[in-house]
């Protein structure tokens, strides 16, 4: 499975902005994807995740602020991010995982993507 994350970019402390994810190579809505993030000098964090019967997870950070989506007839993940904050400037990367266990953990994803770069200003 190869995946391709976009949308990323700069956006005032506030605003919003859309990332998505196309997958291609494999069998898309068999997969549970998720959403990562890297900042400078950090871990990489968990953001959200949706299987593939649409159960969403988000991480403690983004609760209430982010939404995960999926359009499996586009093979396509969306994380919508509203009420940005500076602390959320991070290389987001989108991920696929075979099974729906532990997804706030970065093993059992199996596929990543190259990240895109969401860059807030205060």
């Known amino acids: 499975v190869q995946l391709q994350a976009s949308g990323g970019g700069l956006v005032q402390a506030g605003g919003s902005l859309r990332l998505s994810c196309a997958a291609s190579?494999?069998?898309?809505?068999?997969?549970?994807m998720g959403w990562f993030r890297q900042s400078p000098g950090k871990e990489r964090e968990f953001v959200a995740a949706?299987?593939?019967?649409?159960?969403?997870y988000y991480g403690d950070s983004v609760k209430g602020r982010f939404t995960i989506s999926r359009d499996n007839s586009e093979n396509t993940v969306y994380l919508r991010m509203s009420s940005l904050k500076p602390e959320g400037t991070a290389v987001y990367y989108c991920?696929?995982?075979?099974?729906?266990?532990?997804?706030?953990?970065?093993?059992?994803?199996?596929?990543w993507g190259q990240g895109t770069l969401v860059t807030v200003s205060s």
């Open positions: 991920a696929a995982a075979a099974v729906a266990i532990n997804l706030e953990k970065e093993a059992p994803y199996s596929y």
């Open positions: 190579g494999g069998t898309f809505n068999t997969y549970t």
């Open positions: 949706i299987s593939r019967i649409r159960s969403t």
